[in-house]
């Protein structure tokens, strides 16, 4: 009985965690963004793409926290962009592009 209930749990979260993994929040934190010399002359950047899937236009602020410091959150997000409704915007090399 133990072991059929346990498969029930798990059958259950399966189908619950990538349900709730859609939900939209108000913060999301992307943990890596980098940009540096690759071998052979390559060049390695990050590109951000944010999606708005809202029908009313959507602000997004970003903020870069450099590593080896101490960073503190600015809470105003100085940095924005602003997505229509249903718009797709990429930043190539959002380092450089947005955070010099």
């Known amino acids: 009985m133990l072991k059929r209930c346990s498969l029930v749990m798990i059958g259950v979260l399966l189908l619950v965690l990538?349900?709730?993994?859609?939900?939209?929040?108000n913060t999301q934190v992307f943990s890596?963004?980098?940009r540096g010399?690759?071998?052979?002359g390559t060049q390695w950047v990050t590109d951000l793409t944010v999606y708005n899937p809202m029908d009313v236009?959507?602000?997004?602020g970003i903020q870069f926290f450099p590593?080896?410091?101490?960073?503190?959150?600015?809470?105003?997000?100085?940095?924005?962009l602003t997505?229509?409704?249903?718009?797709?915007?990429?930043?190539?090399?959002v380092l450089l592009?947005?955070?010099?």
């Open 18 to 25: 990538p349900a709730s993994a859609q939900e939209l929040l």
């Open 32 to 34: 890596v963004a980098a």
């Open 37 to 40: 010399a690759g071998l052979a």
């Open 57 to 60: 236009e959507l602000i997004v």
């Open 67 to 80: 590593g080896g410091q101490d960073n503190l959150l600015d809470p105003t997000f100085p940095e924005r």
């Open 83 to 93: 997505l229509a409704p249903h718009e797709t915007l990429m930043v190539e090399d």
């Open 97 to 100: 592009n947005t955070f010099g």
